[in-house]
């Protein structure tokens, strides 16, 4: 089964401090997401990638930038931080759109 | 409006009774994906499907694209079934679509 991990598992930050989420991946999927998941809605795409070195928006990307420096990993960066971007974070990957493995979480919180 | 709608919201049966939960797609939606979100946060992938019916164990899932919706099915409710239910729709970018939920309680 695919492994995603992701660190922190919880966080707590300062409103405009900069904070950045990781993810890692060892089954070698080329695609992988970032989506934030707030009670009342589903999971929301914030930005994804096809592979090292790529980086693209998804529906809610702004206040995030994403960076894939290797096929494994694949971070989500904040670089000011706002209390509307308390949320609880999930990293995914996947060889297909349609087929996604997903990790554990990170539960963010901005004071 | 929403463009993947599940129905209900929550819902709460007692154990061994059976349930149906839906999705809605007002996108032109060419697969379709159910999850489990268990108590514990993580999410569990069920069902990918092309239009049509599969079926694993007590569960069963139908995606209907001409009238775009899709059903999942549970049969004899149990405990461990207990936790939010997503559909996801892959739309004609190639992009997933999340429904918002469906809560489901299971009593004993």
């Known amino acids: 089964e695919a492994a995603v991990t992701q660190s922190p598992r919880n966080k707590v930050a300062v409103t405009g401090g900069k904070v950045t989420l990781s993810c890692n991946q060892t089954?070698?999927?080329?695609?992988m997401y970032w989506y934030r998941q707030d009670t009342g809605h589903g999971l929301r795409l914030i930005h994804y990638?096809?592979?090292?070195?790529?980086?693209e928006k998804g529906d809610i990307p702004d206040g995030y930038k994403a960076s894939r420096p290797s096929q494994e990993n694949f971070s989500l960066i904040l670089e000011l931080a706002t209390p509307s971007q308390t949320s609880v974070y999930f990293c995914?990957?996947?060889?297909?759109?349609?087929?996604?493995?997903f990790g554990p979480g990170t539960r963010l919180t901005v004071l | 409006g929403d463009k993947v709608k599940q129905s209900p919201s929550a819902l709460s049966l007692q154990e061994g009774t059976n349930s149906a939960l839906r999705c809605n797609f007002s996108?032109?939606?060419?697969?379709v994906q159910w999850f489990l979100q268990n108590p514990r946060g993580s999410l569990i992938n069920l069902f990918y499907?092309?239009?049509?019916?599969k079926e694993n164990g007590r569960l069963k899932s139908t995606f209907n694209s001409k009238e775009s919706y899709s059903t999942l099915h549970i049969r004899d409710a149990q405990l461990e079934d207990s936790g939010t239910y997503f559909c996801?729709?892959?739309?004609?970018?190639?992009?997933?679509?999340w429904g918002s939920g469906t809560k489901l309680i299971i009593k004993p």
């Open positions: 990638s096809y592979g090292a070195g790529s980086t």
């Open positions: 996801a729709a892959e739309d004609s970018n190639y992009q997933l679509i």
């Open positions: 995914a990957s996947g060889p297909h759109t349609y087929e996604q493995y």
């Open positions: 089954n070698n999927h080329n695609n």
């Open positions: 499907l092309v239009p049509g019916t």
């Open positions: 996108i032109a939606a060419t697969t």
